[in-house]
């Protein structure tokens, strides 16, 4: 039962990391597609009806987490607090810049909100990436079972650490990287024009420093916790996210090549699906690892809860998974297609 609502979380945030990441991703990217302001108003244009939508499986997956695991979610909350509030300030000035940006014809106040965009999604790249980095690396949790984080402390991944450090910064550039990539691929699938073609120039790009990132990345991971990586080969979920890794990355490369950008679109998804795959099975059970003391650490045997409860729950939790993926089939056929250019109107996108 726990390792069925373990993989339930993993799909869950699997889902908001792929549709959000092309949402962040093509956000960084408005001012490098977007030369003149019809075309910034065409990269919002591509995102505006999708990315309030992809936030409904990050509260999903809050929400799952506190029925199946509420003691995770009671010492990250405090753990992560500082660097949660940032990521609710980044996902407010993100979802203000894109309402508010039409409002007005005035260029100033145009480019003042593009700027505020591009970097509340930077910011947001940065944050989800660092926060993935401290979850492969650990937290500083200690035998009272609490932990906060500072900033940084002395960047060392070992000890009394911080949110930042040498290490969460790489997977940080490196989820950074990944996801302009990916917001590369889907600007190139939803536009046309030179928008396309500076999309698809700039995943070209992109695509190629990707796999060197992830090398780095996977050696210092190997360094920091060779744990983790031991699991993900003596796992058979493991093996599954190292399959997607490659069969995904070796799709980017074909599609982009034979200019299929709506295999690209998926073949990143599917690179990006496999990463958190990998991970999730390298850090179980222990979901909360204590850079202090191994023996400080919290598993998923140990915070879950009550198995009556976890059973009630897989009545309508499939119920709900379904309604949502129904919304979410219904939500993109609908707004499937290329964008067009978008008019000086009041409209928010």
Known sequence: MIEIWYAILTFMLTMYVVLEGFDIGAGMLQFVVGKTEAERRTVIAAIGPLWSWHEVWLLGFGGTLLLAFPA??????????????????????????????????????????????????????????AALGNVLRGVPLGADGKF????????????????????????????VILFAAHGANGLAQRTEGPEHERSLAVARLLWMVVPVLLAIVTLETWQVRPEVLSRVLHQPFGWLGLMAIVVGLAGVFARLHGRRESGALLASSLFIAGLMIAGATGIFPLVLYSTLGPEHSMSAYQTAAAGHGLSIALVWWPIAALLSIGYFVFIYRYYSGKVKPVQDTQMPY
Do not use: K, Q
């Open 72 to 129: 995770v979610l009671a010492v990250s909350f405090a753990g992560f607090y500082l660097a949660l509030m940032l990521l609710l300030w980044g996902i407010i000035l993100r979802g203000v810049s894109i309402e508010v940006s039409g409002h007005l014809a005035d260029p100033l106040w145009r480019t003042l909100w593009h700027v505020c965009f591009v970097g509340s999604n930077l910011l947001l790249a940065v944050l989800i990436g």
């Open 148 to 175: 906060s984080l500072a900033f940084f402390t002395n960047f060392d991944p070992r000890g009394n650490v911080g949110i930042l450090d040498w290490y969460t910064l790489s997977a940080a550039v490196f989820v």
